[in-house]
C-alpha cells in the first residue's frame, strides 16, 4: 500500500514517516509540507530521523496524489480540509488526525467525507479510544448525581484548546447524560463563577513542557469520586494508530469513518 504523509516535517508526522518505512506492507511514496517550509526538497527519511527513504519532501498536492493510495494527515484545519476535498475529486483514501476544527469546518466535512473514503479522529491510540466508550459508560450509569470535569494536558507547542480529545469527551458525557454540550460545557474558570451547577460539564487545559497528551475524566460526587485517565507515553502510540487506520481505510467502501471503526469499538459491534 503506497502512503504520503501530510506534514511529513511535523512533531506526528515524521513518527508516522518512521513507523509506515518500518511496515512490511508499506511504501511511502510522498511527503507534503507547506509551500517555504525550510524541509522542503529534503529527504523525509532524514527529516524523520531513519535515514535516506529517496522521499523529498514537496508541496504538491496533485502529484503526490497521483502517486499513493491514501494520505495520512497530521497538519492544520485548514489544510486538512483542504486535503480532503482533494482526495474526493481524485478518488483516494485520507485519513485525518488535525484538531482543532471549527464548527462549520466539521459541517463541511461530514458533508463531503462520506463521499471518498475518509476517517477522521482527534486520537489514533487504542487507549484513548477505549476510554471514550468508558466515559459513555460510567456517565450513563452514574447519571446525574456526579459533576463531570475533563482535564487535559499537552506540550507547550499545541495550538488548540481544548485538545480535540477532550472536546470528544464531552460530547461523549453530554450525549450519555441526554444533555447539550452547547449549553452545559465550561471551558475554564476564573473570578467569581459563581457555584458549579448541576448540569455542567468542565473541560480544562493545560500546556507545558513536552507533554504528548494526557486526559483525565473526573466523575465527582459528595464522598467519592471515579477518575479515568489515559497517558499517552510516546508519539508512536497514537503514530501506531495513524498506520493501522491507513492499512485499514484502503479496503473499506467509501464513508466517513473513525478510530472506533478501526478498531471494533462502536456500540453494537
Ligand atoms: N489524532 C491524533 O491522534 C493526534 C492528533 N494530533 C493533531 O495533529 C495536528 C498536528 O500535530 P503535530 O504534529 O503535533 O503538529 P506540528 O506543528 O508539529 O506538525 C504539523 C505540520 O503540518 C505542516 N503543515 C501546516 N500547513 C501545511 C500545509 N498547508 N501543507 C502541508 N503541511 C502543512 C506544518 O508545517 C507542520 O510540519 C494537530 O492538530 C494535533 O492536535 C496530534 C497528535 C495526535
Ligand atoms: O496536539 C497533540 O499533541 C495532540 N493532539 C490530539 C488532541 O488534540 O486531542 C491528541 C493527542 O492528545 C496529542
Redesign the pocket.
Same mark, same amino acid.
Given at each position: 500500500m503506497k502512503i504520503a504523509v501530510?506534514?511529513a516535517?511535523? !512533531?506526528?508526522?515524521r513518527r508516522i514517516v518512521a513507523l509506515a518505512h518500518e511496515h512490511p506492507e508499506m511504501q511511502i511514496v510522498g511527503a +507534503?509540507?507547506?509551500p517555504k517550509?525550510p524541509a522542503l526538497g529534503n529527504d523525509a527519511g532524514e527529516i524523520a530521523g531513519i535515514g535516506h527513504i529517496a522521499v523529498p519532501i514537496t508541496?504538491d498536492l496533485d502529484e503526490i496524489l497521483k502517486k499513493c493510495d491514501v494520505l495520512v494527515d497530521?497538519?492544520?484545519p485548514d489544510?486538512s480540509l483542504r486535503n480532503i476535498k482533494a482526495a474526493t475529486e481524485s478518488g483516494k483514501a485520507i485519513v485525518v488526525? /488535525? /484538531?482543532?476544527f471549527s464548527e462549520s469546518q466539521r459541517k463541511e466535512i461530514e458533508k463531503i467525507g462520506p463521499t471518498t473514503r475518509c476517517l477522521v479522529?482527534?486520537?489514533?491510540?487504542v487507549g484513548v479510544n477505549l476510554l471514550f466508550n468508558l466515559t459513555e459508560t460510567v456517565a450513563r450509569a452514574l447519571g446525574d448525581a456526579y459533576d463531570v470535569e475533563i482535564i487535559e494536558a499537552h506540550h507547550n +507547542?499545541?495550538?488548540?484548546a481544548p485538545?480535540?480529545t477532550a472536546v470528544k469527551l464531552a460530547q461523549l458525557a453530554a450525549q450519555a447524560l441526554d444533555r447539550d454540550l452547547e449549553e452545559v460545557g465550561v471551558y475554564g474558570r476564573k473570578g467569581i463563577v459563581g457555584e458549579r451547577k448541576n448540569h455542567e460539564i468542565g473541560v480544562m487545559a493545560v500546556r507545558g513542557g513536552d507533554i504528548v497528551?494526557e486526559h483525565t475524566v473526573m466523575f465527582v460526587t459528595g464522598g467519592e469520586r471515579i477518575e479515568l485517565i489515559h497517558r499517552a507515553h510516546s !508519539?508512536d502510540a +497514537?503514530a501506531k494508530?495513524?498506520v493501522r487506520a491507513a492499512l485499514w481505510i484502503y479496503s473499506q467502501p467509501p464513508g466517513l469513518y473513525d478510530m472506533q471503526d478501526v478498531l471494533g469499538l462502536k456500540a453494537g459491534k
Open positions: 501530510c506534514g516535517a511535523g !512533531r506526528m508526522g +507534503l509540507e507547506f517550509h508541496s497530521f497538519s492544520s489544510t488526525g /488535525t /484538531t482543532g479522529a482527534p486520537n489514533m491510540s +507547542l499545541k495550538k488548540d485538545s480535540g497528551g !508519539r +497514537l494508530g495513524a
